[in-house]
Every structure is written in C-alpha cells, then in structure tokens.
C-alpha cells in the first residue's frame, strides 16, 4: 500500500464495505468519535473479548470477573480524583477557531523529529548493508543524538510544567517551538486551560430532586468499590485479581483517528490486589505477562514497544503503556499502572467504610496495593484489523485484497459452498453448515462464481472455505481452502470439524503465551 495515511483510508472503507465499523446515527450525518460496530464487527469485537476474559480470568485461578454498573454513585468520581483532576490542557487558535489538546501539539511536534530519526536510520541502514548495527548508529550518531536529545528535553519539560500546572508553562513551549495550527498554519494562540473529561447526566424525574451522576471514565471504580464484596463472597487471598469489561465514556477533544479515540468505548480492564511493597516485581509480571498475549497474536513482535510514562497520572507510582504501530505509528494500546493504594484509601476516606485485607499468615490488616492493567477493546480491534490488512500480489499480475486476520478471532471460522446451484450441491452444503454451526460461525454462500467467492472471504477474514462439488457425491469429501496460503485440500466431510478447531481453537493460540 502506498503511504500510511492511505492504508489508514482503507481500513476505513474495508471496515464500512465489510460489514465491521460504521458510523453512529449514519443516516443523519453521524455523530463524531462514535461508532457503531456491524455485523462482522460485532462477532470480530467479541472474539477480542473473550481472548482477553479467558486468559485473564479463566487460566488465572486466583482472577474473577464482574460486571458492574455504568452509572455509580457521585462521591465516586470525587473520591477517585476524576471531578478534580481528570483533565485535557486545551488551547484554542484564535484564527481558526479550532481547539487542540495542548499536550498532543507538543507530542506531534516530537513525533516529527522521530520520524527524522527513523529517516537517518533507513538511509544509514542501506549505506552500510549487511553491516549495519541499528543500535550502535543510534546511540553514536550526532544528528540522530541532536534529535533524540531535543525529544527528551521537550518532554520532559512539558511533564514537569503539566505535574505542577503550569499551564503558561505549557503554552510558553507551544510559542518557543513555533508550533502552528495544522490546519490554518496559524501561530496566534488562547491560554492553556484544564477541560474536564467526564459527561454528566442526570438521576431521576424531579428538577429539585434528581442527582447529577457521570457516565464512568473507567471501569476500574466498579471493581475498587466491589473490592471487599468479592474479596469476601470470593474468599480471595492477596495476591488476586478482579477482572471486568464494559463501556466508559469519555469527552475527547481531539477524537479523531477513527476507533482510536473515542467517545464512548469499551475497555478491558483487570485490578491485581497485592501486598505493598511488591508493587516492583508485580509490575514487572504483568508487563511481561500482557505482552506475551498481545505477542500470541502473532501480529509481529517488532510491532509492539514499551512506553514508560514521564508524567504519571494521579494515582500512579510506576506506569508504562504497550505501544502498537498503527497505521499512524506507534501509538499506545494498553496501559500498566502501579495504582499504589491510592484508589482504596481515597474510597475508604470518602466512604467512612473500611476496605482493608486482614493477612492471615501476617496476622495483619493492611489497604492492599494494587497493579492494574488496561486496554481499550476498540483500539485492540483497530490494531488487529488494519494489522490483517493486505493487498497481495498474485503470480498471475493480479492483486487480492486479504484481510489475514488471526483466525481465532475471525468473526466467520469457515464458508461453505456448492460449487453450482444445482445435483444435489446446495443441500449438501447447508448441511455441513448445520453440522459445524455447532462449533464454529459459519457462513453459506451460493451466489457468483465459486472464485469470486473466494475473493469475499479472503477480504472479509473468513479463514477456511469449503467447496462441495460433484466428486463430493461419489466420495463424502471436499475442498478446503486455506486463506493465506490459498492452498487447496482434498479432505473428508467428517474430518472438516478437527481440521478447523486446529486453527481456531483459544487453547492453541493461548498455548503460544
Ligand atoms: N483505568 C485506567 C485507565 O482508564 P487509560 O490509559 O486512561 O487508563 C486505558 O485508558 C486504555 O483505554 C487505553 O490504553 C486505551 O486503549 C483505552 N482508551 C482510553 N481512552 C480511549 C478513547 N477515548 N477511545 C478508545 N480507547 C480509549
């Protein structure tokens, strides 16, 4: 594909043509940061789901899920720092008009100078071949140094001005850069001012009686709230883990890259309750143990980084985020937290309730410590679906359009087809589909040439498709192609089932980790 900003445009349209992403409330000019997932989408989005919830909370012993409710009471969001700190510095340009995350203007500043990196990377690398070490040129090269040294200064003051809300601060680096509207190339900027992210809704019918509430930011209050409930109900012992997944909602100002940032999401979120001071070797564990899922994938290792946090969120003593390279470059997926006691202290205080864990064989009562990881489904979908796509050159000088998704995640494990409409053909197809819909999705499609079939489910992720034709009659066999390699086998009817859990069963991708 040519350039990135190309291939994003395709995800884009692949997602709509295919039945995976549409616009919100498409009918009436939609609604900005909101999607709505489509068939495919749908069953591509819970397969991702249920990825995650079986090898976090099924093959951990010592992990359980719940689901609690979106709305919560007020104090929560007070206790847990969100109506205060839950902030975007905003800056607006007077020219244009147009509102900007102050932090992302400086942080695309950054990522233009790393892309001049990557540039002196690339054309050292075909200097000198075989022979080039990428490491020794990036840590002895004074140009890319220069950069790397101006990144690092920029960042690090901009976390330090944020941290201490030195919002002139922020605004002062915005000016001294020369940084520009991207759009109207104005540099004619407001103040930087803090914009809370929570929406408000109301609770009740009465005016003077109905309470104002917030669509939850997070899932992760649902489980600190519950900590003591399942902690007793669960007989759980430090270390444990609550797991859960469900919408959060967010009032994103810059909201654009598609299902990358938006309004209303879903996140997967997991809070391991441990006893302080073990924070370090914990946060090392689930570093390691979240990468490893991600790596199962076999989307490319060289495809993930660690991004550790210069400025910490409120709550956080450590953090690092699981970087993916998107289309748009790398960019965060998941985010790992040392949340400290933070959340249940602030819960306890704000609550007049305790929520600490008596240590039997400690025969102590201590506020459990808590390590956290995070990640938004949407974003999970959105690397694993423009990941898968390609456009293959064929030997024949044709293209196809291949959406190689992991086939433990493709929303249809296998279409069957008659190869004509007629003998006797379709029945047999319909009743393999019988059959397998058991086990698998499974798809049925008659119409158009049996290549052109092939076509559609390769671009829609569909691994195996299955041709009944005449030779089927006499012998109770079929033709199972495999969408990558499009190699064809003859195989039995009865063997189909084995052949297809092989590739798209949880446990033999989970076995990767
Ligand atoms: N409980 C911690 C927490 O919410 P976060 O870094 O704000 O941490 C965690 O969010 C993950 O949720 C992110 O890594 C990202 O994958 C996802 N996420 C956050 N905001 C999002 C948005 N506006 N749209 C889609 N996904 C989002």
């Given at each position: 594909m040519a350039n990135n900003?190309?291939?994003?445009?395709?995800?884009?349209?692949?997602?709509?043509?295919?039945g995976y992403v549409f616009q919100s409330s498409e009918i009436y000019d939609g609604l900005s940061a909101v999607y709505d997932y489509a068939q495919n989408g749908a069953e591509l989005k819970k397969n991702i789901r249920d990825y995650w919830w079986k090898?976090?909370?099924?093959?951990?012993?010592?992990?359980?899920?719940?689901?609690?409710?979106?709305?919560?009471h007020p104090t929560t969001w007070k206790?847990?720092?969100?109506?205060?700190?839950?902030?975007?510095?905003l800056i607006d340009?007077?020219?244009?008009?147009?509102?900007?995350?102050?932090?992302?203007l400086i942080e695309d500043y950054c990522a233009k100078l790393e892309a001049k990196i990557d540039k002196e990377v690339a054309k050292a690398a075909k200097r000198f071949g075989e022979a080039f070490n990428k490491d020794e040129f990036v840590s002895t090269n004074g140009r890319v140094l220069g950069y790397q040294e101006k990144i690092d200064t920029i960042l690090s003051r901009m976390a330090k001005s944020l941290e201490n809300e030195d919002l002139a601060d922020v605004k002062a680096l915005i000016e001294e850069l020369e940084i520009a509207d991207p759009l109207s190339g104005s540099k004619n900027w407001t103040d930087v001012k803090q914009f809370n992210l929570m929406f408000g809704t109301k609770l009740g019918a009465s005016a003077d009686t109905a309470m104002d509430l917030y669509l939850r930011p997070e899932t992760a209050q649902g489980i600190f709230v519950n900590f003591l409930n399942v902690q007793k109900t669960g007989r759980m012992k430090i270390p444990f883990g609550i797991a859960q997944t469900g919408k959060a909602f967010r009032n994103e100002i810059v909201a654009r890259q598609f299902i990358f940032r938006m309004r209303e999401f879903e996140q997967m979120e997991m809070q391991f309750f441990i006893k302080p001071g073990t924070q370090k070797e914990w946060f090392e564990y689930w570093k390691e143990t979240r990468l490893k899922w991600h790596k199962s994938l076999g989307m490319g290792d060289d495809n993930y980084r660690f991004h550790d946090h210069e400025k910490l969120a409120h709550y956080a003593d450590a953090a690092t985020d699981i970087e993916f390279k998107f289309p748009f470059g790398f960019k965060e997926l998941e985010g790992i937290h040392s949340r400290t006691d933070f959340d249940l202290k602030q819960h306890e205080e704000y609550s007049g309730k305790k929520l600490q864990y008596f240590d039997h064989e400690d025969n102590a009562s201590y506020t459990p410590y808590v390590l956290e990881t995070s990640i938004g489904l949407d974003r999970m979908f959105l690397a694993v679906f423009s990941n898968a796509l390609v456009e293959e050159e064929l030997d024949n000088n044709t293209t196809r359009t291949v959406l190689k998704l992991p086939a433990v995640l493709a929303p249809f494990k296998a279409a069957v087809f008659p190869l004509v409409k007629k003998d006797g053909l379709p029945e047999i197809a319909k009743k393999i589909v019988d059959d397998l819909k058991w086990d698998f999705n499974v798809f049925y499609d008659e119409k158009d040439a049996v290549g052109k079939r092939y076509?559609?489910?390769?671009?829609?992720?569909?691994?195996?498709?299955?041709?009944?034709?005449?030779?089927?009659?006499e012998d109770n066999s079929v033709t199972i192609r495999h969408r990558d390699t499009m190699e064809q086998k003859r195989v039995k009817i009865d063997d189909l089932r084995d052949i297809i859990k092989k590739e798209v069963d949880v446990k033999e991708w989970l076995m990767r980790m």
């Amino acid at each position: 594909m040519a350039n990135n900003d190309d291939q994003f445009k395709k995800v884009i349209s692949h997602a709509k043509e295919y039945g995976y992403v549409f616009q919100s409330s498409e009918i009436y000019d939609g609604l900005s940061a909101v999607y709505d997932y489509a068939q495919n989408g749908a069953e591509l989005k819970k397969n991702i789901r249920d990825y995650w919830w079986k090898a976090m909370v099924q093959m951990h012993d010592n992990i359980v899920g719940i689901d609690a409710a979106i709305f919560m009471h007020p104090t929560t969001w007070k206790a847990s720092g969100h109506v205060d700190a839950f902030n975007d510095p905003l800056i607006d340009n007077k020219d244009s008009k147009k509102r900007y995350r102050a932090d992302v203007l400086i942080e695309d500043y950054c990522a233009k100078l790393e892309a001049k990196i990557d540039k002196e990377v690339a054309k050292a690398a075909k200097r000198f071949g075989e022979a080039f070490n990428k490491d020794e040129f990036v840590s002895t090269n004074g140009r890319v140094l220069g950069y790397q040294e101006k990144i690092d200064t920029i960042l690090s003051r901009m976390a330090k001005s944020l941290e201490n809300e030195d919002l002139a601060d922020v605004k002062a680096l915005i000016e001294e850069l020369e940084i520009a509207d991207p759009l109207s190339g104005s540099k004619n900027w407001t103040d930087v001012k803090q914009f809370n992210l929570m929406f408000g809704t109301k609770l009740g019918a009465s005016a003077d009686t109905a309470m104002d509430l917030y669509l939850r930011p997070e899932t992760a209050q649902g489980i600190f709230v519950n900590f003591l409930n399942v902690q007793k109900t669960g007989r759980m012992k430090i270390p444990f883990g609550i797991a859960q997944t469900g919408k959060a909602f967010r009032n994103e100002i810059v909201a654009r890259q598609f299902i990358f940032r938006m309004r209303e999401f879903e996140q997967m979120e997991m809070q391991f309750f441990i006893k302080p001071g073990t924070q370090k070797e914990w946060f090392e564990y689930w570093k390691e143990t979240r990468l490893k899922w991600h790596k199962s994938l076999g989307m490319g290792d060289d495809n993930y980084r660690f991004h550790d946090h210069e400025k910490l969120a409120h709550y956080a003593d450590a953090a690092t985020d699981i970087e993916f390279k998107f289309p748009f470059g790398f960019k965060e997926l998941e985010g790992i937290h040392s949340r400290t006691d933070f959340d249940l202290k602030q819960h306890e205080e704000y609550s007049g309730k305790k929520l600490q864990y008596f240590d039997h064989e400690d025969n102590a009562s201590y506020t459990p410590y808590v390590l956290e990881t995070s990640i938004g489904l949407d974003r999970m979908f959105l690397a694993v679906f423009s990941n898968a796509l390609v456009e293959e050159e064929l030997d024949n000088n044709t293209t196809r359009t291949v959406l190689k998704l992991p086939a433990v995640l493709a929303p249809f494990k296998a279409a069957v087809f008659p190869l004509v409409k007629k003998d006797g053909l379709p029945e047999i197809a319909k009743k393999i589909v019988d059959d397998l819909k058991w086990d698998f999705n499974v798809f049925y499609d008659e119409k158009d040439a049996v290549g052109k079939r092939y076509r559609r489910q390769d671009a829609n992720g569909t691994p195996f498709c299955i041709t009944v034709d005449h030779d089927t009659l006499e012998d109770n066999s079929v033709t199972i192609r495999h969408r990558d390699t499009m190699e064809q086998k003859r195989v039995k009817i009865d063997d189909l089932r084995d052949i297809i859990k092989k590739e798209v069963d949880v446990k033999e991708w989970l076995m990767r980790m």
